[in-house]
């Protein structure tokens, strides 16, 4: 293993010790705790064992039996940490260290354990080993916060954040009867995690009740890894939207109809999907456009489509910027159904507000990881965390560390085992940092 | 009803006669039979009961009770025309009027009576009450021809021309295996309307068996409705062929992944299908090029697609501009692909060439309608019939009268009386100027 800011820092010391004593050295000299980065990096190869699959990946979705074996490994590893460890009622696993000041609201972090199906070993694993690594670098330093400390593995995320949405919302009867890509429905999941559905309000977590929330997650988009940054200091969690977009025409005999006499719903569905792509990438930042269903009808190959129903899914951090997209896309939309004669209508099923990270904490972030040595990038999360629920009750961070390609939800997914240990330490050193200020 | 050409003879003739008897009068007048246009268009109205559906059209799908009743009303028509009525062992019916020389060849002409389910009250009904009329009218007038005629109706000829496949090739069992709309397979819908599956070989039409081939229809285009034209001689069936698609990207997080970094399947499809309208319509002529089905895999919202299958149609009288326009489809695929990281894979899984009527018969057509009156236009059927399996065995002539706004197999469909009475005149005409015709 290569750590560059370990190199710099042993130079200054000129110490040559064992790595993983010379880790807690180097920490005392700097005078700052700092991670075990083999430890984690093992932490992470034995959680690959819980629904491993043939293609080196992982099928652990929400309640099945890799995600409740994940799970208590992950109990075991917090035991070992330090931590006394509790599930609360939404099916949430808690690993609580005491802070000095019994006043003080806690401070949390943490990620997910559960895959989607056919998925990585990186995703939500490296934010929920480097959460416990913290805590246990913390009690090899001996090192007591103010504020206590929760390192949390939310429940579900990859069906929704359904674990942090839970205990920051009044969820309902009808989402609760969700079923998951388990089979099993949110309710009966949470009975199998060990939470208790009657006692669901004891879980929630009100505006003011945390001092802050931090997770460490891969970046999923490729664009650290591209650039060759070593740590993203994330901006938010975009905003989403999505409409079904239904586009008439007239289906006709497509032997017999000249071609200037169509009204041809699959042409005007091809014209819209490529202006989307247009609208979209016409300006600069970061926002995304994507066509990703489409259906055309009758559905024969001798049938000119009278009709074509597709979706239209834009995200970006912010809000007011998708609405403008959205407005240039109708309009052009209208202008390509005059073309040929068809019309277009749009329905929005799905709307998230972007989740934006408090400004404070980017800094804090920020500084850490320059302090450490390592280079930074703002970015936003084209993907949504548990990080963006969160949001809603208290002040949110999120450092990202390179996933190689930005691949993701597949086995290939790859993180370095030292770029994982650089977000460990960002995380451990953010959280000192943000245990000293006022937030 | 009002018919131009009645007008101008009546005129010639000085007569005002009641019209019924003035048709024949006139016909005498201009020395040739003429069909009676009152008669046939209240046939074609009696017609209307089998099948009729709520929306005003019919359901008259081969091999149904409502398909058996219409082909029992044409049999009685046939009959009171004079006709000697036959069933073949592949289901059609023949009423043959006998001509004068024995050794001569036949001259057969008809259509269908069966209809798509929903559909309206001409597509092949027009040209069988037509021809029947026909034969109507010279016994009427007293014409007997040198060649016999043969009145047809093709049995299934919107399951795929079946009635007259069966007896211009030698099907396999694979083939009669085929289940129709009815529900019924082709072998069992010989039964049903009285064919002899063990006899088929004896209804079998050889090359050089018929002296002609003719076939009156509505235009399903509306090229002539739109250009105010009479009457439209068809030069052929286009040629037609059908590919499956099969575009390749990399299915990815739509949130996560940016623009410029995109496999995306579906904008590539976007762009093929905006290219083939391009292609076809970058130059003159009558081909046409359609894409009716398409899906995107995996298909969510949130998921970049990473493959799309569709199919391209593409139909012209002339095979090799077909196999040209392809061929720059191929090409121009290929750069699409290259643009965005996709691949193109085209798989040919319908090929029917293209059926050229004769040219004589054309002239014969052509020269029959303009000394009637009526305006003429040479023009493609872009829809098949049977008159493309019939061109396999001898000459073939077909005569198109409008179809409304080129509305087809809808209740919509709709052609006027004095289009249609057209049509069948200049139908008789043809008759009788091929019967006099060495071919």
């Given at each position: 293993?290569?750590?560059?800011?370990?190199?710099?820092?042993?130079?200054?010391?000129?110490?040559?010790?064992?790595?993983?004593?010379?880790?807690?050295?180097?920490?005392?000299?700097?005078?700052?705790?700092?991670?075990?980065?083999?430890?984690?990096?093992?932490?992470?190869?034995?959680?690959?064992?819980?629904?491993?699959?043939?293609?080196?990946?992982?099928?652990?979705?929400?309640?099945?039996?890799?995600?409740?074996?994940?799970?208590?490994?992950?109990?075991?590893?917090?035991?070992?940490?330090?931590?006394?460890?509790?599930?609360?009622?939404?099916?949430?696993?808690?690993?609580?260290?005491?802070?000095?000041?019994?006043?003080a609201?806690?401070?949390?972090?943490?990620?997910?354990?559960?895959?989607?199906?056919?998925?990585?070993?990186?995703?939500?694993?490296?934010?929920?080993?480097?959460?416990?690594?913290?805590?246990?670098?913390?009690?090899?330093?001996?090192?007591?916060?103010?504020?206590?400390?929760?390192?949390?593995?939310?429940?579900?995320?990859?069906?929704?954040?359904?674990?942090?949405?839970?205990?920051?919302?009044?969820?309902?009867?009808?989402?609760?009867?969700?079923?998951?890509?388990?089979?099993?429905?949110?309710?009966?999941?949470?009975?199998?995690?060990?939470?208790?559905?009657?006692?669901?309000?004891?879980?929630?977590?009100?505006?003011?009740?945390?001092h802050?929330?931090?997770?460490?997650?891969?970046?999923?988009?490729?664009?650290?890894?591209?650039?060759?940054?070593?740590?993203?200091?994330?901006?938010?969690?975009?905003?989403?939207?999505?409409?079904?977009?239904?586009?008439?025409?007239?289906?006709?005999?497509?032997?017999?109809?000249?071609?200037?006499?169509?009204?041809?719903?699959?042409?005007?569905?091809?014209?819209?999907?490529?202006?989307?792509?247009?609208?979209?990438?016409?300006?600069?930042?970061?926002?995304?456009?994507?066509?990703?269903?489409?259906?055309?009808?009758?559905?024969?190959?001798?049938?000119?489509?009278?009709?074509?129903?597709?979706?239209?899914?834009?995200?970006?951090?912010?809000?007011?910027?998708?609405?403008?997209?959205?407005?240039?896309?109708?309009?052009?939309?209208?202008?390509?159904?005059?073309?040929?004669?068809?019309?277009?209508?749009?329905?929005?099923?799905?709307?998230?507000?972007?989740?934006?990270?408090?400004?404070r904490?980017?800094?804090?972030?920020?500084?850490?990881?320059?302090?450490?040595?390592?280079?930074?990038?703002?970015?936003?999360?084209?993907?949504?965390?548990?990080?963006?629920?969160?949001?809603?009750?208290?002040?949110?961070?999120?450092?990202?560390?390179?996933?190689?390609?930005?691949?993701?939800?597949?086995?290939?997914?790859?993180?370095?085992?030292?770029?994982?240990?650089?977000?460990?330490?960002?995380?451990?050193?953010?959280?000192?940092?943000a245990d000293t200020t006022t937030l």
């Amino acid at each position: 293993m290569q750590r560059r800011h370990f190199v710099r820092l042993a130079a200054l010391a000129a110490s040559s010790a064992s790595i993983p004593k010379s880790w807690r050295d180097l920490a005392h000299l700097r005078g700052a705790p700092a991670v075990n980065a083999a430890r984690l990096n093992a932490h992470l190869q034995a959680l690959r064992q819980f629904g491993k699959n043939e293609a080196g990946g992982i099928s652990r979705v929400a309640y099945s039996a890799a995600d409740l074996g994940a799970r208590d490994y992950a109990r075991q590893l917090m035991r070992e940490a330090g931590l006394t460890v509790r599930t609360d009622a939404a099916g949430n696993i808690f690993g609580r260290r005491a802070g000095s000041d019994a006043r003080a609201t806690p401070i949390l972090f943490g990620s997910h354990v559960d895959s989607v199906p056919d998925g990585g070993n990186y995703d939500g694993q490296v934010g929920s080993m480097g959460a416990i690594e913290v805590a246990h670098a913390l009690k090899d330093a001996g090192v007591v916060t103010r504020h206590p400390l929760d390192v949390v593995i939310w429940q579900n995320e990859e069906g929704g954040t359904w674990g942090s949405h839970l205990v920051t919302s009044d969820p309902t009867d009808r989402e609760l009867a969700t079923v998951a890509t388990s089979g099993k429905t949110i309710r009966e999941g949470i009975a199998v995690l060990g939470g208790d559905l009657e006692q669901l309000g004891s879980a929630r977590l009100r505006t003011g009740s945390i001092h802050a929330y931090f997770e460490l997650h891969i970046e999923q988009g490729g664009l650290l890894d591209k650039a060759g940054i070593q740590i993203g200091v994330v901006e938010g969690i975009v905003g989403l939207r999505q409409w079904e977009v239904t586009i008439l025409g007239v289906a006709n005999h497509a032997g017999t109809t000249p071609m200037p006499d169509r009204h041809d719903a699959m042409l005007a569905a091809a014209r819209f999907t490529e202006m989307v792509n247009r609208v979209v990438t016409s300006e600069a930042g970061r926002q995304v456009g994507t066509v990703g269903r489409i259906q055309a009808f009758p559905g024969a190959p001798n049938v000119i489509p009278g009709k074509v129903v597709c979706t239209l899914e834009l995200r970006d951090l912010d809000d007011p910027k998708i609405e403008r997209l959205f407005r240039s896309v109708q309009r052009e939309a209208q202008s390509i159904g005059v073309n040929n004669g068809t019309t277009f209508a749009f329905r929005e099923f799905v709307t998230h507000e972007s989740a934006l990270s408090d400004p404070r904490l980017r800094t804090i972030i920020g500084d850490a990881a320059r302090r450490l040595g390592f280079s930074t990038m703002s970015l936003p999360s084209g993907a949504g965390h548990d990080a963006q629920n969160l949001a809603r009750i208290g002040p949110m961070g999120m450092i990202f560390v390179p996933s190689v390609a930005g691949i993701s939800h597949a086995p290939a997914e790859f993180s370095a085992p030292d770029a994982i240990a650089r977000g460990a330490d960002v995380l451990l050193a953010t959280v000192l940092t943000a245990d000293t200020t006022t937030l």
